[in-house]
């Protein structure tokens, strides 16, 4: 089985990715004025979409020639995502998910802050609950509890995306570092993992809902 590990990178120090293993294939992409830290950096440009759009774009220009399952992570990771060497190294066998949904996998270790083996060490997210074998966050379609940006509208983008009825409120991993098969992206069509790019380029707030929306972008029984 082939592993990637695509990294969003801006200005953190990459020197952590030297421990992954010979046979992980790193791909990093820079948005950003800082200087290429590697020889085989990729530039975006512009530097819009933040992170989310690092993620949905390398999707969407490799749809036909995926690793078999391919990670995504910030260029330091660790706040969101302690174990990721350690996860990426091994592969998802035998592994405790936050949120698995098929060949899905959303990562946030140590962070949530709920009645839970995972504990919280960082700082209090709620409301949550429980899915699958790990937690999630709720929210309404204005982003709130946890955001209060007043161009925050979820509805707007299930609508643009899905036929199926929009749920009453979100549930979703925060920070958008997740783990996905080749098999369970190509569940999706390529045209669709387009839209989700030109949205993330044309709306500054697109980040942050694209971001809510994941648990549903990557789950084939939402039409």
């Known amino acids: 089985m082939t592993r990637e590990l ?30 290429p830290q590697r020889e085989d950096e990729i530039k975006i440009e512009p530097n819009k979409g933040r992170c989310v759009h690092t993620f949905f774009n390398h999707i969407y220009t490799n749809y036909d020639n995926l690793s078999d399952i391919t990670f995504f992570g910030q260029d330091w990771p660790f706040d969101h995502w302690e174990n990721i060497v350690e996860v990426v190294n091994n592969g998802t066998e035998n592994l405790r998910h936050q949120l698995k949904i098929g060949g899905y996998y959303g990562f946030h270790f140590n962070t949530i802050t709920v009645p839970s083996p995972l504990g919280g060490t960082m700082w209090s997210l709620s409301p949550a609950k429980q899915h699958g074998e790990g937690v999630v966050l709720v929210c309404k379609s204005n ?81």
């Open 6 to 35: 695509v990294i969003a990178a801006y200005d953190k120090y990459l020197d952590w990715l030297d421990r992954l293993n010979s046979d992980i294939k790193v791909t990093v992409y820079r948005k950003g004025n800082e200087e």
């Open 143 to 223: 982003g709130q509890p946890q955001d209060s940006n007043p161009n925050i509208d979820v509805d707007k983008y299930w609508d643009l995306l899905f036929a199926d009825e929009k749920p009453a409120e979100y549930e979703f991993m925060p920070g958008g570092h997740f783990g996905i098969t080749k098999e369970h992206a190509q569940l999706r069509s390529k045209e669709f993992y387009k839209k989700v790019c030109d949205f993330l380029l044309e709306d500054d707030a697109a980040p942050w809902m694209i971001e809510r929306l994941e648990c549903y972008i990557f789950n084939p029984k939402i039409k």
